[in-house]
């Protein structure tokens, strides 16, 4: 797959666009950012011990993950890629 955008030597191939749901609307602007991690969640949460992760989501079957809230958005990390979900989907 091409790299949709370069940003600081970082490669990226897909954006996702959630489509809004009427019972759970989006924030204007960004709702939230994924990250793939090369690493088990364990370890990850392990090595930024000193940070907060909402782990209710490691119970999805589909690409769980954890997250933190910054600021004025949400930062979730995965451990599959966006474009591996798509393709597992298919």
């Known amino acids: 797959m091409n ?18 749901k009427y019972w759970s609307p989006y924030k204007e602007w960004l709702e939230h950012v994924k ?9 990850f ?3 930024y011990e000193n940070i907060s992760f909402d ?3 490691l119970q999805k079957k589909i690409n769980p993950d954890i997250g933190i809230e910054h600021q004025w958005v949400r930062i979730k990390f995965h451990q599959n890629s966006l474009e591996y979900v798509v393709k597992y989907l298919e």
């Open 35 to 43: 990250f793939v991690i090369d690493t088990g969640f364990q370890e």
């Open 3 to 20: 790299d949709l955008v370069i940003y600081k030597n970082r490669k990226i191939s897909v954006l996702e666009i959630p489509y809004p």
């Open 55 to 57: 782990i209710k989501s």
């Open 45 to 47: 949460m392990k090595k």
